[in-house]
């Protein structure tokens, strides 16, 4: 979205879409799933993981940190990742006010 449009909506409701754009590639969700199932940082094991070049990986990697659903730390040449688990509490709190509003909602409309 452009800059001038994204200017048209609240900056809740950006930070939000900048969210949930960031769980839109499915390289993005593998790297997720292996941060919870690794349950501790990572550093640079990824590309035996996914059939990702370490130049797209590292692409992704930005995209996450950038929507704040991961959190680095650079040590020498390596850098270390981990969930950021309160972007996590924040999606589930979204979505649980959808679902409440849905639920107040009970006339079907469609």
Known sequence: ???????????????ISQL???FGHPARIA????LMNTKSCICNDLVGTLPLSQ?????????????????GTIEGTSVCYCLNLKVFETMINTLQAF???DQKNTKDCC
């Not at 790297?31 to 292996?34: E, G, K, L």
């Not at 130049?55 to 959190?71: F, G, M, V």
């Open 99 to 101: 679902k409440e509003l």
């Open 31 to 34: 790297i997720i799933q292996h």
């Open 55 to 71: 130049a797209t990986i590292s692409q992704h990697l930005r995209e996450l940190k950038d929507a704040e659903i991961i959190k």
């Open 20 to 22: 949930f754009k960031a």
């Open 1 to 15: 979205m452009g800059a001038s449009k994204s200017e048209q909506f609240t900056s809740e409701q950006n930070d």
